[in-house]
């Protein structure tokens, strides 16, 4: 098996090839980092969950385990105000469950 040193990905169509070497896609990336930054996103992976309803959010950072991220859904769609936190839920508060 030869591998073509001349292409990183095989079976690039030339405008896809085009599309890779501008600006374009830099572009892209450097709004989107500053649009999560501007949202208090500071690490990857994370999730924010966001309630239409009521505009309530709850912004998970890091891995999040199953029960977490249900628990975060039940916090949001809670209609006790004091239940939901007021941004940020830390994703390692999974209790005992192993990881």
Do not use: F, W
Request: charged share 20%; net charge negative; with cysteine.
């Amino acid at each position: 098996m030869t591998v073509n040193a001349t292409k990183p990905y095989p079976d690039l169509t030339p405008p896809i090839e085009q599309c890779i070497a501008s600006e374009r896609p830099d572009a892209a990336i450097r709004a989107q980092t500053a649009e999560a930054t501007n949202s208090g996103v500071t690490a990857t992976p994370s999730l924010r969950l966001h309630d239409r309803e009521t505009g309530k959010a709850i912004l998970l950072q890091g891995p999040i385990e199953g029960d977490a991220l249900l628990s975060a859904m039940d916090m949001l769609a809670a209609r006790d105000p004091a239940a939901t936190p007021t941004s940020e839920m830390p994703a390692d508060v999974v209790g005992d469950m192993p990881r």
